[in-house]
């Protein structure tokens, strides 16, 4: 029997808790440490380049816009690390700016002259032939000229709107009349930013006008630059600088005051475009003058201002991924699908036990199958399901329309407030209204984020509740690069729990109490902290206390603080946090008991799962939620259990575990908030859990199990 350590620590302390801001910066480093790790083929190095600048960009639109609003209205209740919003942006430009320099000396200094070794070129300007330019600024002409709209700044032209996330040139001229003259010329998106260029011997093959085999590219703005000549006859241009700016996309709805929260949403996010200005980039040489003018005109403060090399914008690197180099790329690999589930009758095979599904090792078709056989059999009568990203060509939702027009009753809750996805989800929401869908748009006040799908089946029997049940969305292209589970059940406790949580979606209800789900906001918290407690009595009786959670997120204050006291009392606790975490690990009489890591690979880590040993009983919940006070106070979420001990058995050591054991991809967090890559120990071979999953892809069936 273990003796609870005495707490000699107070739990609100903030030095106990990591800034959640700067906890997400420290992972999109992890995010740019990838693009420089030669295991990967160089063109997915690009890519996590990409993705650091992708990620830094919602950074900005979200979080630091949410501070910045904090700033000026007053924050509504400080974060447990105790930082004031002007602290907290100060702290994210210092460490910003080191990452920063990473990214531009990376990709100088080590990806660009890597892939000219490869034969991908991204050439300046000033090195192209004459004759390359020649046909370039044909193109410029024929292509891109007539998409231009070059807007003046003067006392008869107003500033003009600068749209968010847009590279656009500041450009001086001067008139022979009237002297020196400032315009700003917008960089069309209708374009690639990178154009392939053409050779001396194929000057007429251009990309956007016949195929070629060259991989010489030139940036988009650089061929504008030199022609600006056309759009400004009669002048002399004397430069041209690249800048670029981000704005607040984070609006808010009053969904109280909303007669039609789809209208409302439609019209919101257009308003991403003039929210106010976050973030000014602007390129090192551009004159102080021209600089001071932005700032005067956008209402920026310096804090506010990065002075970035070009290209501004590396997000757009992505667009190398087209090039057809696979020895460049990650070897494709074929999604395993159970033997059962590939059957003409689906439903005699979800009949006979659960099943999970590990994406994208295990295919996507058996959750699109699943809908689809539901909507063509005689004897289905309902399907109701939610969708939160579901990506601009759903198969899922092509489903629910066809079952719509079988007869079937079906009802969807399509949530219009999932962030930059609302434009998709607006457009199927019409859709499917159109097909003749029961479309709802969730709760006021919350999100749906729960990932559910229900269908009522007449069986000989009676009726059956056929349920799957996801950490991840029911989106068929992200489920090839986001590793989640997959849940499918004719348990009849958890599908009367569907049936309530839906009707609660759909209609009115105040139930708070589920027989075997756990769902937020009405109790997941509570019950989560109740197994966390419980688990501190198990180990003061029998000394083996152990908890393991691997999830995306891990701010919230409660569950850090109970996660803390389980560690005081002795109980070991293995976390892998894949991106922010605000809990203090190694604290001795803290947190010494917990490990946290994180792993960055390939695949997106996306699953959740919260594992208990409870005395030798143990019990292991999945689903969509983070601990984070979003998830647990301001989502529809849910927990499911996984009871069937078989598959419990092979989550826990096949799943959970091997991620957990993880020493090529995993990084270790310290307790004053750094990361480490872990590093095998002697004699310990190496694990990569990634590739380990793609080796045994197709485990988690029980087919061979």
């Not at 075997?516 to 966390?532: F, N, S, W």
């Not at 880590?605 to 999945?622: K, P, Q, S, T, V």
């Amino acid at each position: 029997m273990a003796a609870a350590k005495e707490s000699t620590f107070n739990l609100e302390d903030p030095a106990l808790y990591i800034n959640r801001e700067l906890s997400a910066i420290e992972f999109n480093r992890r995010v740019l440490e990838e693009a420089f790790d030669t295991r990967h083929p160089l063109l997915e190095r690009v890519k996590f380049l990409a993705i650091f600048a992708n990620n830094l960009d919602e950074f900005f639109m979200i979080r630091v816009s949410g501070l910045r609003r904090q700033l000026l209205q007053g924050a509504l209740e400080a974060p447990p690390d105790g930082l004031s919003p002007a602290d907290q942006l100060a702290a994210i430009r210092s460490a910003l700016l080191p990452l920063l320099e990473q990214q531009t000396q990376g990709w100088q200094n080590v990806l660009l002259p890597e892939l000219e070794k490869e034969r991908i070129r991204i050439l300046p300007y000033a090195e192209l032939k004459g004759k390359q330019r020649k046909v370039l600024r044909r193109y410029f002409e024929e292509q891109i000229f007539p998409a231009l709209t070059p807007l003046a700044f003067d006392s008869a032209h107003p500033f003009p709107h600068i749209s968010n996330l847009s590279l656009n040139l500041a450009i001086i001229v001067r008139d022979p009349e009237h002297g020196e003259r400032f315009a700003r010329l917008k960089i069309p998106d209708a374009f690639p930013r990178l154009l392939r260029i053409p050779s001396e011997e194929r000057v007429d093959e251009l990309l956007g006008l016949r195929e070629t085999n060259e991989d010489n590219f030139v940036w988009l703005e650089d061929i504008i630059c030199d022609n600006l000549d056309l759009l400004f006859p009669g002048l002399d241009v004397v430069a041209a600088y690249a800048f670029r700016i981000t704005r607040d996309a984070d609006f808010e709805i009053e969904e109280d005051e909303a007669s039609d929260l789809l209208t409302v949403v439609e019209e919101s996010v257009g308003l991403r475009h003039f929210g106010s200005t976050v973030r000014l980039e602007v390129v090192p040489d551009m004159p102080k003058r021209i600089r001071d003018m932005l700032i005067q005109h956008l209402g920026v403060a310096p804090y506010q201002i990065y002075i970035v090399p070009p290209p501004l914008g590396m997000a757009k690197l992505m667009e190398l991924m087209a090039i057809q180099r696979p020895d460049l790329k990650d070897p494709p690999f074929l999604p395993a699908i159970p033997r059962q589930l590939a059957q003409p009758d689906l439903f005699e095979a979800l009949r006979q036990r659960d099943w999970v599904l590990y994406h994208p090792y295990d295919s996507f078709a058996p959750v699109v199958d699943f809908v689809r056989a539901a909507a063509r059999d005689p004897d289905v009568l309902a399907i109701k399901q939610t969708l939160y990203r579901v990506g601009s060509k759903s198969p899922i939702v092509q489903a629910l329309m066809d079952a719509r027009e079988e007869g079937k009753q079906v009802a969807v809750l399509v949530e219009l407030k999932a962030r930059f996805d609302e434009e998709n989800n607006i457009t199927w929401a019409r859709a499917l209204e159109r097909a003749g869908v029961h479309v709802v748009y969730g709760l006021v006040g919350l999100k749906t984020h729960a990932k559910l799908c229900m269908v009522v089946r007449r069986e000989a029997d009676g009726i059956v509740r056929y349920v799957h049940m996801s950490t991840g969305n029911y989106n068929a292209s992200t489920a090839r690069v986001y590793a989640d589970i997959g849940f499918f059940t004719t348990d009849p406790n958890i599908g009367a729990d569907a049936a309530d949580l839906f009707n609660a979606l759909t209609g009115y209800s105040r139930k708070t109490a589920y027989r075997k789900l756990l769902v937020a906001p009405t109790g997941m918290r509570e019950q989560l902290l109740y197994r966390i407690e419980r688990e501190i009595r198990q180990h003061q009786q029998y000394g083996d206390g152990y908890i393991a959670f691997k999830m995306n997120a891990l701010v919230d204050k409660a569950c850090i603080q109970a996660l803390y006291r389980a560690s005081q009392a002795g109980v070991k606790i293995d976390l892998q946090v894949r991106s922010m975490c605000a809990l203090r690990p190694g604290i001795p009489g803290l947190s010494d008991t917990i490990t946290v890591t994180s792993v960055v690979g390939r695949f997106l880590e996306h699953a959740r799962i919260y594992y208990f040993r409870n005395g030798g009983d143990d019990e292991m919940f999945l689903g969509s939620a983070d601990l984070m006070p979003r998830n647990l106070d301001r989502r529809v979420e849910i927990l499911f259990p996984i009871e069937d001990p078989r598959l419990r058995e092979v989550i826990r050591e096949h799943i959970l575990f091997v991620h957990l054991r993880d020493n090529v991809k995993a990084r270790q967090l310290f307790s004053d908030g750094h990361y480490e890559r872990v590093k095998p120990a002697p004699g310990e071979p190496e694990l990569d859990s990634q590739a380990w999953m793609l080796e045994h892809r197709g485990l988690w069936s029980l087919e061979d199990y």
